[in-house]
């Protein structure tokens, strides 16, 4: 899930002060990208290449793009240690929280971005010091498919018992009711603090402090254990082939109407509308909690070394894509993302968009930070590979609890 941008050269400021154009002569100033990528923005690289070259005709980036969710904290972590940092670092706004402590990301004056929605902002402040830029956001929960509920006559289920009924529903009429992949690591990752998220953080804001204080547990919390319990109720509801499958066929499938539902981000319609135009899609969030939310995350988000000779020019460069107006519509476009930046808007409209604005209407949205703060990305992929090993019925669910409990200390920052 996860990474970079940019497409188009139009330079229509939205609300944030021009940059001066960069006007060099002399040798070329080379600045080393190390992006954390989604498999929506693959590709995108070359689009920013051609923006920035029209803007700064002797700045060259070189380009080292990893999958966010299986290499980027391990590729930077092995940068760290060789004391080779790159310049300029694009990941997740969860990123900022993992390495601001690392002494790595420099400070970035906010006067150039005050466009930017402030609560984007604040997922990449720390201690009042801001370290990095956000970009666009995803929004999670599940995709439906709304020609096969009203074929069905099902309703959006709001409880765990309602969500019981259109399975079986789904099942009698021979339809897989989920659309899943278990091939990737981080897709277990995610739905699981999907579910964490809405059946313990979005109420509690001090659960992960207290767990690394040994005041909870995963053994005792029962609804922590009712969380990672989902993750087996989806695999035994999609099929058989899932393990083996990527996110790619599984996206195929769903857009083709092989499945009722997907636990997914607004991430995988990119995938979808090269298949279907034809389905009508929605999205609600995961009937599990007191009150479910469609979860938001700050995606894709710029950081700069606190070592590089070039922070300046860094952060002009910074503000230049983020107030130009038609290269931000081209990439929310592309990647079926939302923009965060005031007096911009998706230069499209995506199946689930009446479902967003409803949900975002009546406040039943969360972000995701309010999850990922508590549990870091290491502690969750650790998490995930035990998961998946129970999921399998290589260890017991106990196994997985005590795992996380012995883990705790490697749960925060």
């Not at 070189?62 to 904290?73: I, L, Q, R």
């Amino acid at each position: 899930m996860i990474a970079i941008l940019f497409g188009g050269c139009g330079t229509e400021a939205v609300g944030l002060p021009d940059t001066e154009q960069v006007q060099t002569v002399g040798d070329e100033i080379v600045l080393s990208v190390l992006a954390g990528q989604s498999t929506s923005d693959a590709g995108i690289e070359d689009m920013i290449d051609d923006f920035l070259a029209e803007k700064y005709p002797n700045v060259r980036l070189e380009w080292e793009c990893v999958d966010w969710g299986e290499s980027f904290d391990s590729q930077l972590r092995g940068r760290i240690a060789a004391g080779d940092v790159p310049d300029i670092m694009i990941g997740k706004a969860q990123d900022v929280a993992n390495y601001s402590g690392e002494g790595i990301l420099a400070q970035i004056k906010p006067e150039q971005f005050a466009a930017i929605d402030p609560s984007a902002m604040e997922t990449v402040t720390v201690d009042g010091n801001i370290y990095g830029i956000p970009y666009n956001a995803w929004y999670q929960g599940v995709i439906y498919n709304k020609e096969i509920f009203d074929r069905l006559e099902l309703k959006v289920p709001q409880t765990q018992e309602e969500l019981d009924d259109v399975v079986a529903a789904c099942r009698k009429n021979n339809i897989t009711p989920f659309a899943a992949h278990f091939q990737e690591n981080w897709k277990v990752a995610n739905m699981t603090m999907q579910f964490l998220t809405e059946e313990v953080f979005a109420d509690d804001g001090g659960w992960g402090d207290r767990f690394r204080d040994g005041k909870v547990s995963f053994c005792k919390d029962e609804g922590v254990q009712r969380a990672l319990r989902q993750n087996r109720y989806i695999c035994e509801n999609t099929w058989s082939d899932a393990w083996i499958i990527d996110q790619y066929e599984s996206d195929k499938r769903f857009a083709e109407g092989e499945a009722a539902m997907y636990l997914t981000g607004t991430w995988s319609l990119q995938s979808v509308d090269q298949y279907t135009n034809a389905a009508h899609f929605g999205i609600f969030p995961y009937p599990l909690g007191k009150n479910p939310k469609l979860i938001k995350e700050i995606n894709m988000t710029y950081m700069m070394s606190s070592k590089s000779e070039h922070q300046q020019l860094i952060q002009d460069i910074f503000a230049k894509l983020v107030s130009d107006k038609e290269l931000m519509q081209e990439i929310l476009g592309f990647t079926q993302t939302h923009s965060i930046v005031k007096g911009i808007e998706s230069g499209y409209q995506s199946n689930v968009q009446e479902d967003i604005d409803r949900y975002e209407e009546t406040g039943s949205v969360v972000g995701a930070e309010a999850g990922n703060i508590q549990l870091i990305w290491k502690f969750q992929s650790g998490l995930a590979e035990e998961t998946m090993k129970w999921m399998k019925d290589e260890t017991s669910f106990q196994d997985i609890l005590q795992y996380a409990d012995d883990h705790a200390d490697e749960s925060g920052k």
